[in-house]
Nanobody, 129 residues
């Protein structure tokens, strides 16, 4: 079955960096939309970044992370990464990767939680000031 496994979270000071990984398995890693989301305590889950899983696929970012975070992938490994630089305390959250195995709506709805059917268990990111 479809499985998404996140890793790479941790605790860092403001200005630091982390790289999250999302290893996908149980399906053919071709031509679909993968997203990173985060959820802080008491807040709704929000889209952080997404990409089309084709070579040179288009990427999307939330305004709050554009220029600091970079989403990328290793297609042979079926793994999506989120490089997070210049971290801020407000980036503190549980981070999740997600997919619905299609590209439908990836352009217009990449940040919509309801678009995705499959989610990982999450990895915690904590940024101290």
């Amino acid at each position: 079955q479809v499985q998404l496994e996140e890793s790479g979270g941790g605790s860092v000071q403001a200005g630091g960096s982390l790289r999250l990984s999302c290893a996908a398995s149980g399906y053919a890693y071709i031509s679909h939309c993968m997203g990173w989301f985060r959820q802080a305590p008491g807040k709704e889950r929000e889209g952080v970044a997404a990409l089309y899983t084709v070579q040179g696929g288009r990427t999307y970012y939330h305004d709050s992370v554009r220029g600091r975070f970079t989403i990328s992938q290793d297609i042979p490994r079926g793994t999506v990464y989120l490089q997070m630089n210049s971290l801020k305390p407000e980036d503190t959250a549980m981070y999740y990767c997600a997919t619905d195995l299609t590209t439908a709506g990836c352009l217009s709805q990449w940040g919509s939680v309801s678009r995705y059917n499959y989610w990982g268990q999450g990895t915690q990111v904590s940024v101290s000031s």
